[in-house]
């Protein structure tokens, strides 16, 4: 319970994905991590580098999208003093540091041109040059990439290069979402909540209410993993133990009924009030089944009610003026849950 970084879950999409990175650490080859955000992309580049031969070197973090992109080379490569404004002394860049252990870049998709072609030579010859130097130098660096984006659709709209992504994709690992992790979401969920419960000084963990484990159940966790631990922990933080387990899982921390409106668009602030489109007429129902017709029409009521709570059922009950018991009748009855 010490550590923050832990791999947690027992589902096969997510050992497999482990088990992967395992086989590729001991290999002094680059390594693309590929998933979406919140999904572990930097545990499994740490795995990568604990289990290689580089595992006593430096393991150095660079975010790509955290820089802009007249500083992303210099963080990258180093500069030397006066090479640019601001460079009052000579710095070492990531390759250097990392020389002999291994370079995590992070968000690799937002590089720019330039920066993805020096970033090419450093990999294909193993030699950077600082800005303003005109002597390379060599370095040992292996390399472990990660983004969300899809790269080889990159390549064919003409914003990363090609012969780049062959050289980074030696071997590609994969992370699946959260939501594809069956069972792991409240094994997931029970791992934080003990930690929070430790945090507070509870005196046990009462574990998860029904209510509670059906919502993060029901829940497509777009943040995956990083938005289940943010959700949980809120939760539990919030929940006084003596009520017993915790059941009140808010996943939108902004929900409020004096949040704020969106300001309107400027364009649409200046329109004038007559320049608005008449709204267009709903199509005449066409049918020759009336009940396969209201039948249809009450499956998107639920689909929608349900997209717009979060897919928390209590929400959509509410929302829709139906008892909770109601709600699950109807959505069994379309095939909308087991």
């Not at 000084?201 to 943040?223: C, I, K, L, N, Y």
């Not at 631990?229 to 919030?238: D, Q």
Request: aromatic share 8%; proline share 6%.
């Amino acid at each position: 319970m010490e550590r923050e970084n832990q791999f947690i879950g027992e589902s096969g999409a997510f050992l497999d994905a482990v088990e992967q990175a395992g086989r590729a650490a001991p290999l002094e080859r680059p390594v693309l991590v590929i998933g979406e955000r919140g999904t572990g992309k930097e545990l499994i580049a740490e795995r990568l580098h604990r289990l290689s031969q580089r595992w006593d070197g430096p393991l150095i973090t660079l975010n790509c999208a955290a820089l802009p992109e007249t500083l992303i080379e210099a963080e990258l490569f180093g500069h030397e003093a006066g090479a640019f404004t601001g460079a009052t002394k000579a710095r070492a860049g990531a390759f250097e540091e990392s020389d002999g252990g291994t370079l995590f870049l992070d968000e690799l998709a937002t590089l720019s041109a330039a920066a993805q072609e020096r970033l090419l030579r450093a990999v294909e010859y193993g030699e950077v040059t600082r800005i303003g130097s005109n002597h390379p130098q060599k370095v040992d660096v292996r390399i472990v990439a990660a983004t969300n984006e899809n790269l080889p659709a990159l390549v064919d709209r003409g914003t990363f290069r090609a012969d780049l992504l062959d050289r980074l994709s030696f071997e590609v690992v994969t992370l699946p979402p959260l939501r594809a992790r069956e069972g792991d979401i409240l094994i997931l969920a029970d791992y934080f909540g003990r930690r929070m419960a430790v945090e507070l000084d509870w005196p046990e963990w009462p574990g998860f209410g029904e209510e509670a484990t059906a919502v993060m159940e029901s829940h497509r966790w777009p943040g995956n993993v990083r938005e289940l631990r943010n959700a949980v922990e809120r939760a539990v933080y919030r929940w006084d133990p003596a009520r017993g387990p915790v059941d009140l899982i808010q996943l939108d921390p902004f929900e409020s009924p004096w949040r704020p409106r969106s300001t309107k668009p400027k364009a649409a602030q200046e329109a004038p009030a007559n320049a608005a489109e008449p709204a267009a007429a709903e199509p005449e129902p066409e049918t020759d089944d009336f009940k396969a017709a209201v039948e249809n029409y009450e499956r998107r009521l639920l689909e929608t009610a349900l997209e717009k709570a979060r897919y928390n059922q209590r929400l959509t009950a509410k929302s829709l003026n139906l008892s909770y018991d109601q709600l699950r009748h109807a959505l069994k009855r379309h095939d909308l849950i087991g």
